[in-house]
């Protein structure tokens, strides 16, 4: 399996519901490193996993819809714990339809795997793995 990762970040903030979360249920920040890694068996024509430009451009987007927002006022997570590894889904996610909508290029096609992993700190991170 052949992989490749590209690496940004994020600032947000939120809060959450739940006894659990202690000081966190309080209004707070997060910044995080976000690094994502698309993955696949064969190489592509050009011998690339994926155009590493473009995908780090369509990492850029998707957080930039969350970037400097508080998430407890964003309507798509009404009532929803905002979680490392609920966010870490999130980005996955829409990563996938990008690459399905065609913005990571024809050779994106082969892709199969997509992972991102949203590190907290240096001793903290949340991974979510789907396939594409």
């Known amino acids: ?3 490749i990762t590209v690496r940004d970040h994020v ?7 739940g006894e659990v979360f202690g000081p966190a249920q309080r209004l707070h920040g997060a910044t995080y490193v976000v690094d994502v890694t698309f993955s696949r068996a064969e190489l592509d ?3 690339l996993v994926v155009d590493i430009g473009l995908a780090s451009d369509e990492l850029k987007t998707v957080l930039g819809a969350l970037n400097y927002r508080n ?3 964003e309507p798509d997570f009404a009532g929803v714990n905002t979680s490392t590894e609920f966010l870490a889904a999130v980005v ?6 990008r690459v399905h909508a065609g913005a990571l ?7 199969e795997r997509i992972a991102v992993t949203l590190r907290e700190s240096h001793v903290a991170w949340a991974t ?4 594409l």
């Open 128 to 131: 979510y793995e789907r396939a």
């Open 45 to 47: 024509a050009d011998n």
């Open 1 to 3: 399996m052949y992989s």
């Open 105 to 111: 290029g024809p050779g994106a096609a082969g892709l």
């Open 11 to 17: 600032m947000i903030a939120h809060s959450f519901r």
């Open 71 to 73: 998430l407890d006022d």
């Open 92 to 97: 996955a996610d829409r990563l996938a339809a």
